[in-house]
C-alpha cells in the first residue's frame, strides 16, 4: 500500500469555489485529517491558509494543471484530490489520467458530460487497475439530483417492493447564482460542439454516460408546458442534461435497482396562471445565457452574506402505475452554485475516504459510490437534507 503524506488535497485552493471548500475542510476538519492545499503559486496558496485559519502544518503543494510531473507529484503525495479546477475539458484530463494510472482517489466538480464520457472511456480500466476511485459530479450538479432519485426509489422499494417506474424532479425554488465556473464549462461545451458535430449529437443523448446500454425514450424536457401533477407551469432546468445523464450512470451503475426501463425528467416550477406562463418564458430565455452567472468569471463568486441567505428546494415525484405515487423533497440551506457546493464536494470526499473504504475502483457517481452513507453524511453535516414526504398506494 502506498504511503502519502496527506488524505486529501485541495486542487485550486487559492480560486473562489477551492478556497470555500478549503475554507470548510479547515473549520470542520483542520485537526482531524491530514490534508493539503495545491495550486500554481504556493505563495497564494499560502495566504489562503492563513486567511482562512488553516493550520500552518496544511501541505502546500505546487501543481499546474498543464505539467504533468507536478500532478504527478501532487497525486503521489496524497490519499484522494479534491479538484475546482475546471473548465474540466480544458484543465482535468491530465489530472484524472494521473490519479487513474496512480491509484489516488479524485472527485470534482464536473457537469461536462462528454468530457467526463471521454474520461470514462480513456480511464476506467486504469483506475480498476490501480485502485483508484473516480468522482465527477460532486456538487449542485449532481448530488441533491441523484440522491433525491436514489433516497425516492428506496422508499418505493420498501413500500411497494418495486421501484418507480418514472421520477420527475421539480425544482421549486432556487435562492442563489450558477457559479462563473458552470458558465465557463457551458461555454467550453458549446465551443466543442461548433467545431465537431458529433459533441453535439453527445449532448442530446440521455444514455451519454452508461456505456453499452441504451435505455427507453427519455422525455424531452426542454419546452414550456403545463404540468398537472403541480398544477402549475414548468420551463426546462438548465442543469438538466447534466443531472439526468448521472441519474442514469447511477442507476447503471448500481445494476438497474429502478429498472432497465426507467424513465426520468427535470424541470423548474415556474408558477400558476397567466404569471407562471410568463416566468416560464422568462426562464426560457435566461437559460439561453446563463445570465445568473453571467457577470460572474471563474474565480468569482457571491459574499458570505448572499451565499448564507440563499437556498434550495427540490420535489421529486414518482409513478408507478400498479401501486401509487411517492413524493420526496430536497433542501439546502446555502445558495446552490457556492455554499451548498463546496460543502458537499468537501463531504463526499471525507465519506469516499473515511466511510466508504469497501467502494471499488471505479469513475463513480457520488451516490451510487456512497449511497446511504452519502445521504446520512449530508444531513448531518453539509445542510442537505432529504424527507419522504408522501407515499400512495394505488386502489
Known sequence: MRVSECDLVVFG?????????????????????????AGRDVGKLASVRDEIGAP??????????SDEDSLQALVRSTRAVISTVGPFQLYGSKLVAACSRTGTDY??????????????????????SSGARIVFSCGFDSVPFELGVYVLQSAARDAWGAPAESVKGCVRRMKGTFSGGTAASSKATMAAAKEDPNVLAQLKDPFL????????????????EMDEDLGAWVAPFVMSTINTRNVHRSNALMGHPYGTDFVYKEMIVAGRGSEGQAEAARIVEENKTLS????????????????????????????????????????????????????????????????????????????AAMREKLVT???????????????????
Open 107 to 128: 472527485l470534482d466538480l464536473s457537469g461536462e458530460t462528454v468530457w467526463m464520457r471521454n474520461m470514462i472511456d480513456a480511464h476506467q480500466d486504469d483506475a480498476r
Open 377 to 395: 453524511r449530508l444531513s448531518r453535516n453539509a445542510g442537505v437534507t432529504f424527507e419522504v414526504e408522501r407515499i400512495d398506494h394505488a386502489r
Open 209 to 224: 454516460l452508461t456505456p453499452g446500454f441504451v435505455g427507453p425514450a427519455q422525455p424531452h424536457g426542454m419546452k414550456v
Open 292 to 367: 445568473g452567472a453571467n457577470s460572474l468569471k471563474p474565480g468569482e463568486g457571491p459574499s458570505k452574506t448572499e451565499r448564507e441567505a440563499g437556498c434550495y428546494d427540490i420535489l421529486f415525484l414518482g409513478h408507478n402505475k400498479d401501486h401509487g405515487r411517492i413524493s420526496v423533497v430536497v433542501r439546502g440551506d446555502r445558495d446552490p452554485g457556492y455554499g451548498s457546493t463546496s460543502k458537499m464536494i468537501a463531504e463526499c470526499a471525507l465519506c469516499l475516504l473515511q466511510d466508504s473504504p469497501d467502494v471499488p475502483p471505479c469513475i463513480w457517481t457520488p451516490g
Open 56 to 65: 500552518k502544518d496544511v501541505l502546500l503543494i505546487p501543481a499546474d494543471s
Open 13 to 37: 485552493a487559492s480560486g473562489f469555489t477551492g478556497r470555500l471548500v478549503a475554507e470548510y475542510v479547515a473549520a470542520r476538519y483542520g485537526n482531524q485529517l491530514k490534508w493539503g492545499m
